[in-house]
């Protein structure tokens, strides 16, 4: 009897366990099965080189460069902000500060992890893009780089606190042998422990790319809803996950070709998180292997 | 010796610097929150929060969207609580070190790392479509619900390796099973750890909007949820829709909305600190 319980329960657990590669399976199939249907009525050559992304006007194009750009635009801005200033950040707290300071500081910058986005888009509309109105005159009211700035100071912590683990995690020994040979902390942070934690900090700047380039609501609000292909902060841009939003709004008919669209795109956004977070989970590997 | 004060020099540079680094983030946030209560903390009053969404921004409330939040959340935590913890359990205490093992890891570790919107997607395709849910309440749970499972998953597994191995020894020692080993023994002793991660993982959840938009919750409803199959709104989606309206009421009343919003995501994440700071406590 109990024996037969014990089976039971173990299959039930290992159930739900699968559940989680039903999850990814679905979303797979979900994305590849519309986007299929998708390419058999627009040619994939189009798609991937077409500079025009109209698919809800009369004239329509499907070229997705132009929604691409915009994401890789304002996830180049976020990063550009959030790599500098989350890297000194973890360096600090891990090289400088007292361990009481690095105890309270720690959970007070996850909380901006924790601001929900649309709260994050908010501000982006409502304070900074007015600011940065003030210093460059021709700024448009939806741009990429309130957007990009904003969502930099969202992904701070996730550079600063996944690399301060890193950091904190080398050996004491390689300090002592540093301090010993008569280094400051700062030659002591550069040319010992960032290289020896290069790999964790690696992995911090890949999942941040990852979270700025699926990073939805900032972008939908701040950075507007007009594809194109530019590299020019100032004027608005539309990302693969805006348009997703826009076109969700909207009132659009199940089989019809936008119903179709919003998954090419998501299976090109799905690509680009994948691979880098296969990317981010071998390196971490790697990385475990080394110090354990 | 020079060398030595030029390098002595620019350490306490990089030291006032990194300092500076780190009080930036918290200053942008704390401005930033400062701008949202003087935008927003006049506009908020009970009627605030009783009123029915209207197209005048003054009689304009939050009800129907807090209420759809409330809905949401719970049967988000009803769905991913069991399997997420199940599943947990599974990997830390029942499997073996295999192929499927290296797989469900792999996999979880990927799905953390999925957007949202992508979510989003299947959810609009499998319970919108596929299972006829439609755009309701029930719908937008079940999305939610497997968008926070990998965190819920991992921070279990967490809780529960940090459960000492003498705990299991003793209960195995004095005829206990497998499961009741976890049943009466690691689920009680990682139960704070387990609500830590579930508090965080459902803080993440009530300030998602992305996913919701996708599946077709809608902007502006009329009454508030009175079953799962009703058709929704939620706070981050109204303080969406208020955003994107010209006119400048509706700017208060994003205010207004995002100040309790915040509220209710700040103080989950205190509850969560609170409780893995007692927790923390107990093996040390």
Redesign the interface.
């Known amino acids: 009897m109990?024996k037969i319980?014990?089976l039971v329960?173990?299959r039930?657990?290992?159930?739900?366990?699968?559940?989680?590669?039903a999850?990814?399976v679905?979303?797979i199939l979900?994305?590849s099965i519309?986007a299929i249907k998708f390419f058999s009525e627009v040619s994939i050559i189009d798609f991937l080189t077409d500079p025009e992304w109209t698919p809800l006007f009369t004239d329509k194009h499907f070229g997705i460069m132009s929604l691409l750009s915009g994401t890789l635009l304002t996830s180049f801005i976020a990063i550009a902000f959030a790599l500098?200033?989350g890297l000194?950040?973890s360096?600090?707290?891990s090289e400088?500060?007292p361990k009481s300071f690095r105890r309270t500081?720690k959970?007070?910058?996850e909380?901006?992890a924790?601001?929900?986005?649309?709260?994050y888009?908010?501000?982006a509309?409502?304070?900074v893009t007015p600011f940065l109105q003030t210093i460059i005159p021709g700024l448009s009211s939806f741009n990429s780089l309130s957007a990009g700035i904003v969502m930099g100071?969202m992904i701070?912590?996730y550079i600063s606190s996944l690399s301060e683990d890193a950091l904190h995690a080398v050996p004491y020994t390689l300090r002592e042998a540093a301090y010993g040979m008569g280094s400051?902390?700062?030659?002591n942070?550069f040319k010992v422990i960032v290289p020896a934690a290069s790999s964790g900090i690696i992995v911090s700047i890949i999942?941040a790319i990852?979270?700025a380039?699926?990073?939805?609501?900032i972008v939908?609000?701040a950075a507007g809803q007009q594809p194109r292909l530019t590299f020019d902060p100032t004027v608005p841009v539309e990302t693969i996950?805006a348009y997703?939003?826009q076109v969700?709004?909207g009132d659009v008919q199940?089989d019809s070709l936008e119903y179709k669209t919003?998954?090419a795109a998501?299976i090109t956004?799905?690509v680009f998180?994948?691979l880098?977070?296969?990317i981010?989970?071998r390196i971490r590997k790697k990385f475990q292997e080394k110090y354990e | 010796m020079n060398n030595i004060k030029k390098n002595r020099l620019k350490d306490q540079a990089f030291k006032i610097w990194g300092i500076a680094c780190t009080l930036l983030g918290l200053v942008l946030l704390a401005i930033f929150i400062g701008n949202i209560l003087i935008d927003g903390i006049l506009r908020i009053d009970w009627e605030f929060v009783m009123n029915l969404p209207s197209r005048h921004a003054e009689e304009s409330g939050i009800y129907t969207a807090l209420m759809g939040s409330i809905w949401v959340l719970l049967l988000t935590t009803l769905i991913a609580l069991p399997i997420g913890i199940a599943a947990a359990i599974y990997l830390e205490e029942y499997s073996k070190k295999n192929k499927l093992s290296t797989i469900l890891e792999v996999n979880i570790s990927n799905l953390a790392g999925v957007p949202s919107i992508i979510y989003g997607l299947l959810g609009l395709e499998v319970f919108v479509r596929i299972m006829e849910m439609g755009a309701s309440v029930l719908a937008g749970s079940c999305t939610l619900a497997l968008l926070i499972l990998p965190i819920v998953i991992v921070s279990t597994r967490e809780a529960i390796k940090a459960v000492p191995k003498s705990i299991r020894d003793a209960s195995f020692a004095m005829g206990a099973s497998k499961w009741q080993t976890v049943y009466h023994q690691l689920l009680p002793a990682s139960f704070g750890g387990i609500l830590t991660g579930i508090i965080l993982a459902l803080s993440r959840a009530v300030g998602e909007t992305a996913p919701l938009i996708v599946i077709g919750a809608l902007a502006y409803v009329p009454f508030a949820p009175s079953s799962p199959m009703d058709e929704f709104s939620v706070l981050p989606i109204q303080i969406f829709n208020w955003i994107t309206r010209p006119q400048h009421g509706f700017v208060e009343n994003a205010a207004a909305a995002i100040i309790i919003l915040l509220l209710i995501t700040f103080v989950m994440n205190g509850i969560a600190v609170y409780f893995r700071n007692k927790w923390q406590k107990k093996f040390k």
């Open positions: 109990r319980k014990e329960i173990e039930g657990l290992l159930l739900s366990a699968l559940i989680t590669i999850v990814t679905g979303i979900v994305l519309e500098p200033v000194s950040i360096i600090y707290l400088y500060a500081i959970p007070l910058l909380l901006l924790a601001v929900p986005t649309v709260v888009g908010f501000f509309l409502m304070v100071i701070i912590p400051t902390r700062l030659q942070a999942l990852s979270r380039i699926g990073e939805t609501m939908a609000i996950t997703i939003v969700s709004l199940h919003i998954f998501g956004l799905f998180t994948f880098l977070n296969t981010s989970y």
